[in-house]
């Protein structure tokens, strides 16, 4: 089905929503700001952390990232459930595991049971996010409030990015960092004290029993292929590598055989003939691996490079805040007018801008950082608001929990695989030109040449010059990265202009029928 098709759909027999809906957009808007959030909270808590926990680099970065791949891995089985079970349901369910598990992490006493309880929150997580999502695709049936809506939703979303590394260096200022974490309390006491007055049940009819077989497929054809990226940034390419991403193909193409046969399928794979969500979807994987990533590297550079603390550091981030949030809300408006693949596009090249004010930066450079990083943030914004809409917009109302799912799948994947390849790459340009300090103890230059982290919890124990070499070879590995996602951020620029240029404005794409597609 088209996405047009999908669109003119659900216009038939359907009523605008009231007061009762936008009270329950609202409420939604809670979980999916705590969801944003706990992607990039970490970010300036992340050196308070390691200065308690004391983890290696490995375990650093399963820390920031496990949350965002086990959320990947189980979204599409979460959101076919939610279809099946209730939307509903699966919400409030989601919401008290989130809580429980995030006061086992702000409590955790080592690295692993911390990365164990990111994993934890990640299946959790995943059944917030296909549920809010697929509720706004049942409370808003008119075309025109369903685009508004799930442009608040992203902006929500993107909010919660946005705000993490600023919410996060206050709380580790006042309190400690596991207080990070908490925040998930009073939001779930909120959502539950509201969600049965508020939200609609939906359970999508005649949808048949879950097919553990195809939720088998689908964790070992994502989980794999996840692993073996993070296994290659951090390593270079192995044998083992090559043999999960081949087990993660296998079981992908398995997945999609199996789908086709299925009278239910846990995906509707018959999505992809729709040229704009396929695009969409490729879009928002590839702009969310280079935000991910640079968010990482720019909150580190502000903190390890520039000496600020976690409350500073998150006040500097404001800015790109501010250049996100604008483009979230801009971009649904302007593309009512304007075709959203051109936006999309300009907005990118706002973005390769910043990506080169990045890769020139150098130590003292924080302004010209945080600058680059907004206009970043601008394009963010953008993407996130017209092509999650893309995405939703072109499956019918029974599947909409399985479009959501694939949508955020692939924005938590991107993010994932950002901080991943980005923060591996800069690690490694760091450990080429870190410097070795002299006369030191074996210990101690080990420390030094495996992070600017560990070079800085040693500082007092080398020359001043070591630390301000490890800072420029820290800085050189952002260079790289900022140089490698403005590259990438470039070809997806041009991707939009050659795939999306036949969508129609917004308004029109909804009120006047098909297009081409």
């Given at each position: 089905?088209?996405?047009?098709?999908?669109?003119?759909?659900?216009?038939t027999g359907t009523k605008r929503a009231g007061a009762r809906e936008?009270?329950?957009?609202?409420?939604?808007?809670?979980?999916?700001?705590?969801?944003?959030?706990?992607?990039?909270?970490?970010?300036?808590?992340?050196?308070?952390?390691?200065?308690?926990?004391?983890?290696?680099?490995?375990?650093?970065?399963?820390?920031?990232?496990?949350?965002?791949?086990?959320?990947?891995?189980?979204?599409?089985?979460?959101?076919?459930?939610?279809?099946?079970?209730?939307?509903?349901?699966?919400?409030?369910?989601?919401?008290?595991?989130?809580?429980?598990?995030?006061?086992?992490?702000?409590?955790?006493?080592?690295?692993?049971?911390?990365?164990?309880?990111?994993?934890?929150?990640?299946?959790?997580?995943?059944?917030?996010?296909?549920?809010?999502?697929?509720?706004?695709?049942?409370?808003?049936?008119?075309?025109?409030?369903?685009?508004?809506?799930?442009?608040?939703?992203?902006?929500?979303?993107?909010?919660?990015?946005?705000?993490?590394?600023?919410?996060?260096?206050?709380?580790?200022?006042?309190?400690?960092?596991?207080?990070?974490?908490?925040?998930?309390?009073?939001?779930?006491?909120?959502?539950?004290?509201?969600?049965?007055?508020?939200?609609?049940?939906?359970?999508?009819?005649?949808?048949?029993?879950?097919?553990?077989?195809?939720?088998?497929?689908?964790?070992?054809?994502?989980?794999?292929?996840?692993?073996?990226?993070?296994?290659?940034?951090?390593?270079?390419?192995?044998?083992?590598?090559?043999?999960?991403?081949?087990?993660?193909?296998?079981?992908?193409?398995?997945?999609?055989?199996?789908?086709?046969?299925?009278?239910?399928?846990?995906?509707?794979?018959?999505?992809?003939?729709?040229?704009?969500?396929?695009?969409?979807?490729?879009?928002?994987?590839?702009?969310?691996?280079?935000?991910?990533?640079?968010?990482?590297?720019?909150?580190?550079?502000?903190?390890?490079?520039?000496?600020?603390?976690?409350?500073?550091?998150?006040?500097?981030?404001?800015?790109?805040?501010?250049?996100?949030?604008?483009?979230?809300?801009?971009?649904?408006?302007?593309?009512?007018?304007?075709?959203?693949?051109?936006?999309?596009?300009?907005?990118?090249?706002?973005?390769?801008?910043?990506?080169?004010?990045?890769?020139?930066?150098?130590?003292?450079?924080?302004?010209?950082?945080?600058?680059?990083?907004?206009?970043?943030?601008?394009?963010?914004?953008?993407?996130?608001?017209?092509?999650?809409?893309?995405?939703?917009?072109?499956?019918?109302?029974?599947?909409?929990?399985?479009?959501?799912?694939?949508?955020?799948?692939?924005?938590?994947?991107?993010?994932?695989?950002?901080?991943?390849?980005?923060?591996?790459?800069?690690?490694?340009?760091?450990?080429?030109?870190?410097?070795?300090?002299?006369?030191?103890?074996?210990?101690?230059?080990?420390?030094?040449?495996?992070?600017?982290g560990g070079a800085l919890e040693v500082s007092e124990r080398v020359?001043?010059?070591?630390?301000?070499?490890?800072?420029?070879?820290?800085?050189?590995?952002?260079?790289?990265?900022?140089?490698?996602?403005?590259?990438?951020?470039?070809?997806?620029?041009?991707?939009?202009?050659?795939?999306?240029?036949?969508?129609?404005?917004?308004?029109?794409?909804?009120?006047?029928?098909?297009?081409?597609?």
């Amino acid at each position: 089905m088209t996405q047009p098709q999908a669109q003119t759909q659900t216009q038939t027999g359907t009523k605008r929503a009231g007061a009762r809906e936008w009270a329950g957009l609202a409420l939604l808007a809670l979980p999916t700001v705590l969801l944003g959030l706990d992607l990039t909270v970490l970010y300036l808590v992340l050196p308070s952390m390691a200065a308690d926990l004391d983890p290696s680099a490995t375990q650093t970065l399963w820390i920031m990232d496990s949350y965002g791949f086990f959320i990947a891995g189980l979204l599409i089985t979460m959101g076919t459930v939610g279809d099946r079970i209730g939307r509903r349901r699966l919400l409030m369910i989601g919401v008290v595991a989130f809580a429980g598990i995030s006061v086992l992490a702000a409590f955790a006493p080592s690295a692993d049971l911390l990365i164990l309880a990111r994993a934890l929150l990640g299946v959790a997580g995943a059944t917030l996010m296909p549920s809010t999502l697929s509720l706004i695709s049942n409370m808003f049936p008119d075309v025109r409030q369903r685009a508004l809506a799930i442009g608040v939703w992203a902006t929500m979303f993107a909010l919660g990015m946005a705000a993490g590394p600023v919410v996060g260096g206050a709380l580790v200022d006042r309190f400690w960092w596991g207080a990070a974490f908490l925040l998930a309390v009073p939001v779930a006491v909120l959502v539950l004290a509201g969600a049965r007055l508020l939200l609609p049940e939906y359970v999508a009819p005649h949808e048949g029993r879950l097919d553990l077989a195809s939720v088998v497929l689908s964790l070992a054809a994502i989980l794999p292929v996840v692993y073996a990226v993070k296994d290659m940034a951090a390593y270079g390419p192995t044998p083992l590598t090559a043999v999960l991403a081949a087990a993660g193909g296998a079981a992908g193409a398995g997945f999609v055989r199996r789908q086709r046969r299925l009278a239910s399928p846990l995906l509707d794979v018959t999505l992809f003939t729709d040229r704009a969500f396929s695009a969409a979807l490729a879009v928002l994987l590839i702009g969310l691996v280079g935000v991910g990533g640079t968010m990482y590297l720019v909150t580190q550079f502000l903190q390890l490079v520039e000496g600020l603390d976690p409350a500073t550091a998150g006040l500097w981030m404001g800015p790109p805040a501010l250049a996100m949030f604008a483009a979230a809300i801009g971009a649904p408006l302007l593309a009512g007018r304007v075709r959203p693949g051109l936006v999309m596009a300009v907005t990118l090249g706002i973005s390769v801008l910043g990506y080169a004010l990045l890769a020139t930066a150098g130590p003292g450079s924080r302004t010209s950082v945080v600058i680059g990083f907004a206009f970043v943030y601008l394009g963010l914004g953008a993407i996130a608001a017209l092509g999650t809409d893309m995405v939703v917009g072109a499956a019918p109302a029974t599947k909409s929990g399985s479009a959501a799912a694939l949508s955020e799948t692939v924005q938590e994947l991107g993010i994932a695989t950002g901080v991943a390849l980005l923060g591996s790459l800069t690690t490694t340009v760091y450990r080429s030109q870190a410097p070795t300090p002299p006369d030191a103890p074996p210990e101690i230059a080990d420390r030094v040449t495996d992070s600017l982290g560990g070079a800085l919890e040693v500082s007092e124990r080398v020359p001043p010059e070591t630390i301000r070499a490890a800072q420029e070879a820290f800085t050189t590995g952002v260079n790289v990265a900022a140089l490698v996602a403005g590259a990438a951020i470039a070809a997806v620029t041009v991707l939009c202009l050659l795939t999306l240029r036949h969508v129609r404005p917004l308004g029109q794409d909804r009120a006047e029928g098909p297009g081409p597609s």
